[in-house]
């Protein structure tokens, strides 16, 4: 079992930046795939981006795509997401997931992740 905590988010205007942070605990999280996952209301929840276990290989959304970079600390079980350059449609709760057999094929499907956290709420607003 993982138990998976998010935190950072919050309220910032549009351009601004925010780090978000997951802290995993539990079993280790070093063999797991990562993910960080949205839903903004009304809407599915919307992969964001992804990092292989040993942090060689990410994946993002076109949406994000250099303006966010996922990144992770085995050592200090823990994940990242630095998000720049932030939009109004970037409005949402952002999720951490850990996918227990890493699988590229399926490193954006929210269904093929294992465990998630709660979920913190990132508003960008002027």
């Known amino acids: 079992q993982v138990q998976l905590v998010e935190s950072g988010g919050g309220l910032v205007q549009p351009g601004g930046s925010l780090r978000l942070s997951c802290a995993a605990s539990?079993?280790?999280?070093?063999?797991?795939?990562m993910g960080w996952f949205r839903q903004a209301p009304g809407k599915e929840r919307q992969f964001v981006a992804a990092?292989?276990?040993?942090?060689?290989?990410?994946y993002y959304a076109d949406s994000v795509k250099g303006r966010f970079t996922i990144s992770r600390d085995n050592a200090k079980n823990m994940v990242y997401l630095q998000m720049n350059s932030l939009k109004p449609e970037d409005t949402a709760v952002y999720y951490c997931?850990?996918?227990?057999?890493?699988?590229?094929?399926?490193?954006?499907?929210?269904?093929?992740?294992?465990?998630w956290g709660q979920g913190t709420q990132v508003t960008v607003s002027s």
């Open positions: 990092i292989s276990w040993r942090g060689v290989s990410t």
């Open positions: 997931a850990a996918q227990r057999t890493y699988n590229r094929l399926s490193i954006t499907t929210a269904s093929e992740y294992d465990y």
């Open positions: 539990g079993r280790t999280f070093s063999g797991y795939a």
